[in-house]
T-cell receptor, first 109, second 117 residues
C-alpha cells in the first residue's frame, strides 16, 4: 500500500541553521512526490515537486529511490520558514493523493 | 476570481445528526478530494473523485458519503455513523493533464471546522 511517513512532528532550529525535514515513502512504481506548506492562517499550498527539480524559497528536495526518501532541505533557515510541512505522493494509476503526518518547523530568532 | 471554496467555515452538529460540507471550485479541475486534518495525524484521505459521477473511498471513508453530480461540486456528508466527527475538513482539486492526472498541483480550500456538541 502507498504510504508517506514523516517521522518528526516538530523540528525546532535557530535562524541561519540548516534544515532537513524527512520524508519516506512506500510505493510500488515510479512515484510523483511533492512538498506542501501551510503557513499560519493560510491555505495549504504547493512548495515544490520532485519532477521539476526546482528550488523554491531556498528549499530543495531530492528523490532517492534507493532509500525511498524525499527529504526537504534548506541550508540557512529563516524565521518566515516557520510553518507546517507535508510530504505527499500521487498514485498515478488511481489518482489518489496521500499525505504524510506533517512536520511543524519552528525557526527561532 | 478562480478558486476553491468551502462552506461554512465553522459548523456545529448535534450528536446523531447528519451534516453536509460544501466544496465548490471554478477552476475546471477534474479531480477533487476530501481530507480530514487532526493534530499529529496529518491529512487523511476520506474520498476522492477523478471525474463526474465517479468517486472512490480513501483511507478513512467509514461514516462519510459523497456525491459528484457536477464537475465543480463535491459535497461531503458526515453521517451519524462517524464515531469521532469533530475535526478540520479540507477539500482539494487538481487538473488533469492529458488523459491522466500527472504531476499536477492540488489546490486547497480554507477548510471547515466541524464540532459535534
Amino acid at each position: 500500500a502507498q504510504r508517506v511517513t514523516q517521522p518528526e512532528k516538530l523540528l525546532s532550529v535557530f535562524k541561519g541553521a540548516p534544515v532537513e525535514l524527512k520524508c519516506n515513502y512506500s510505493y510500488s512504481g515510479s512515484p510523483e512526490l511533492f512538498w506542501y506548506v501551510q503557513y499560519s492562517r493560510q491555505r495549504l499550498q504547493l512548495l515544490l515537486r520532485h519532477i521539476s527539480r526546482e528550488s523554491i524559497k531556498g528549499f530543495t528536495a531530492d528523490l532517492n529511490k534507493g532509500e525511498t526518501s524525499f527529504h526537504l532541505k534548506k541550508p540557512f533557515a529563516q524565521e518566515e520558514d516557520s510553518a507546517m510541512y507535508y510530504c505527499a505522493l500521487i498514485d498515478n494509476q488511481g489518482g489518489k493523493l496521500i499525505f504524510g503526518q506533517g512536520t511543524e518547523l519552528s525557526v527561532k530568532p | 476570481d478562480g478558486g476553491i471554496t468551502q462552506s461554512p467555515k465553522y459548523l456545529f452538529r448535534k450528536e446523531g445528526q447528519n451534516v453536509t460540507l460544501s466544496c465548490e471550485q471554478n477552476l475546471n479541475h477534474d479531480a477533487m478530494y476530501w481530507y480530514r486534518q487532526d493534530p499529529g495525524q496529518g491529512l487523511r484521505l476520506i474520498y476522492y473523485s477523478q471525474i463526474v459521477n465517479d468517486f472512490q473511498k480513501g483511507d478513512i471513508a467509514e461514516g462519510y458519503s459523497v456525491s459528484r453530480e457536477k464537475k465543480e461540486s463535491f459535497p461531503l456528508t458526515v453521517t451519524s455513523a462517524q464515531k469521532n466527527p469533530t475535526a478540520f475538513y479540507l477539500c482539494a482539486s487538481r487538473p488533469r493533464r492529458g488523459r491522466i492526472l500527472l504531476n499536477t498541483e492540488a489546490f486547497f480550500g480554507q477548510g471547515t471546522r466541524l464540532t459535534v456538541v
